[in-house]
């Protein structure tokens, strides 16, 4: 079983790939490239994908990250694909990402003595 640092260390890096995807672009051409909104959808899986295997114990000491919504946010995307709101999907991308990955970088530091949020010690 891997353990929950590299999880959290996934969201870390799952959101920097999310930041670099979509900088300098605007949500129509978000909406308008296929493969962009694809990039961004796999990375927002793995962010919830990671999100549903951090532990209660480390979820429950957290409170401030929204664990469920993240993990709920990912179960759409992945089995409701042909219904997905874009618009929710770029807000989710431009907006709480960035937000999220400023916690989950704290979260590292704070809890697993991992000075800069890189995963690596």
């Known amino acids: 079983m891997r353990h929950e640092t590299l999880y959290l260390n996934d969201i870390v890096e799952a959101a920097d790939h999310i930041a670099e995807f979509i900088a300098g672009t605007n949500f129509q051409a978000f909406q308008e490239s296929e493969m962009l909104r694809s990039a961004v959808v796999q990375k927002?899986?793995?962010i919830g994908e990671a999100a549903g295997r951090i532990s209660a114990n480390l979820t429950d000491r957290h409170p401030e990250v929204p664990w469920p919504q993240i993990v709920a946010f990912r179960n759409i995307l992945i089995h409701a694909y042909f219904s997905i709101d874009?618009?929710?999907v770029w807000r989710a991308a431009a907006n709480r990402c960035p937000v999220l990955r400023g916690q989950i970088a704290a979260i590292l530091a704070a809890e697993?003595?991992?000075p800069d949020g890189s995963g690596m010690e």
């Open 44 to 46: 927002l899986g793995v």
């Open 86 to 88: 874009w618009d929710v």
């Open 112 to 114: 697993l003595s991992v």
